[in-house]
């Protein structure tokens, strides 16, 4: 077993590559807020070569696929996609929330809510218990809705919205993740080992689709009136 997986959906651009035990045999991150489709391809190139291997000893591949901004889940999710039909892979989608929680460790009487500044005094937002458990859907909040929704106990932020419930919140009440606050591919891929373990190959031969929990900005040109040139 060999997954590859990539992240293009945020303010990042990863690739990793892991073998059926979780050991990573090439990956890389790097900070970028714009040009995931042009990197991304020479990206996954190069980190095949350097585990030394070809897109033919991939088994699955696995893909974030959202929240995050709608050019880059584009380019990541069309790449996954072409990759998947070529080789007649599995394709896996993670969402990007719960790549962001996977490496952070809790106690029992904490709980982790993750968080991406969506602007417009707005995050991305999901809360996870131990075990990486989900204990609600992710949502589009505002920053103060997103903060009155935490429960009593010592709250973990991570993600980049972090910041913003941070204000809102008295200092006894949480602390800050020390794991990155964008999402990763190793934690991408190592996800989507857990649930190939879980699941048969097969489960995961439909593509999955973006999370979209904002409309897009951008309006397409209104129609012209009937007549027009």
């Known amino acids: 077993m060999r997954i590859l997986a990539f992240d293009t959906a945020q303010g990042a651009l990863s690739a990793a590559l892991l073998d059926g035990q979780g050991k990573a045999l090439a990956h890389h991150f790097e900070l970028r807020q714009r040009g995931h489709a042009e990197a991304l391809l020479p990206l996954l190139d190069k980190v095949l070569r350097e585990a030394g291997l070809t897109a033919r000893d991939v088994t699955a591949l696995?893909?974030?696929?959202?929240?995050g901004t709608f050019t880059g889940l584009r380019a990541g999710l069309a790449a996954a996609r072409g990759f998947a039909l070529a080789g007649n892979l599995p394709?896996?989608?993670?969402?990007?929330?719960?790549?962001?929680?996977?490496?952070?460790?809790?106690?029992?009487d904490e709980t982790l809510a993750v968080s991406f500044d969506a602007r417009r005094e707005e995050v991305y937002f999901q809360m996870f218990g131990t075990g990486l458990r989900a204990l609600d859907e992710p949502r589009l909040l505002g920053v103060k809705e997103?903060?009155?929704?935490?429960?009593?106990?010592?709250?973990?932020?991570?993600?980049?919205?972090?910041?913003?419930?941070?204000?809102?919140?008295?200092?006894?009440?949480?602390?800050l993740s020390e794991a990155?606050?964008?999402?990763?591919?190793?934690?991408?891929?190592?996800?989507?080992?857990?649930?190939?373990?879980q699941a048969d190959l097969q489960s995961f031969r439909s593509f999955p689709s973006p999370l979209y929990l904002r409309a897009p900005d951008a309006k397409l040109p209104a129609k012209p009136p009937v007549g027009h040139p």
């Open 62 to 67: 696995g893909v974030t696929i959202g929240p």
């Open 91 to 108: 394709l896996i989608g993670i969402t990007t929330l719960a790549a962001v929680a996977e490496p952070v460790a809790l106690s029992a």
């Open 146 to 175: 997103a903060a009155a929704v935490l429960p009593a106990n010592k709250i973990v932020l991570a993600g980049t919205g972090a910041p913003l419930l941070q204000a809102r919140l008295a200092p006894a009440r949480y602390r």
């Open 180 to 197: 990155p606050a964008q999402p990763d591919a190793l934690s991408v891929a190592r996800l989507a080992l857990l649930r190939l373990s």
